[in-house]
């Protein structure tokens, strides 16, 4: 059965799947020197669909990890850019938050892993042959991401996301899902994910 650990989750798929575990691929911390940013898991069953997977494992973290599920910039942020452009230096000091809005850092690891598949493609890198997408019959991608978060706030938090996730990946044609360990099912993932010890 292949398997592919991220943190803490070891997910298992059935026999017929591949899987990747980008981000610690060969090619992107050698050839792209990781200096793109990449999604966690790529994965497909032979099909017509890929799968991109980002894993955030928030549970027990979940009040550190609270301003990154809010596409409102945090007040502090507000107050320093202000303070900036007051000072004058806007020209030559950016203001930022420190974790981005979950949901522009996966359009940021998506944007950046098709890049690298595409290069990737092009000097047929063999490690990722089964996952090119720039092809005749290209595969319909779907995001994931998988957010394990307290199950009690997670539909409500999973519900506002995936819009937002809807909305910033409907420019490059794809389909995005928010799902945790329990529904990976629906996002069509057909894998078990289950928690190791800390």
């Known amino acids: 059965m292949p398997e592919v650990q991220e943190g803490r989750l070891t997910f298992r798929f059935p026999e017929d799947w591949q899987l990747a575990k980008y981000d610690d691929s060969n090619w992107h911390r ?3 020197k990781s200096r793109p940013k990449g999604v966690d898991i790529l994965a497909h069953d ?3 669909t890929h799968w991109w997977i980002e894993v955030k494992d928030c549970e027990g973290y979940e009040p550190e990890n609270r301003p990154r599920f809010s596409g409102t910039e945090p007040a502090e942020v507000t107050q320093a850019r202000e303070w900036v452009d ?3 230096l806007k020209p ?3 203001v930022a938050r ?3 809005f979950i949901v522009d ?3 940021e690891k998506l944007r950046d892993t098709l890049a690298a ?3 990737a493609q092009r000097k047929a890198a063999p490690e990722l042959a089964d996952f090119y997408v720039v092809q005749a019959q290209s595969p319909a991608l779907r995001v994931v991401l998988l957010l394990t978060w307290n199950h009690r706030d997670f539909k409500r938090l999973a519900s506002r996301l995936q819009t937002r996730l809807e909305r910033a990946l409907a420019p490059y044609g794809i389909r995005g899902f928010v799902v945790n360990e ?3 099912g629906d996002a069509g993932l057909h894998c078990q994910v289950t928690r190791g010890e800390a």
């Open 30 to 32: 050698q050839q792209m």
């Open 46 to 48: 032979g099909g017509p």
């Open 86 to 88: 007051q000072q004058g």
């Open 92 to 94: 030559s000091v950016q």
């Open 98 to 100: 420190r974790k981005p």
């Open 105 to 107: 850092e996966v359009e």
């Open 117 to 119: 598949i595409t290069i």
């Open 182 to 184: 329990q529904n990976p």
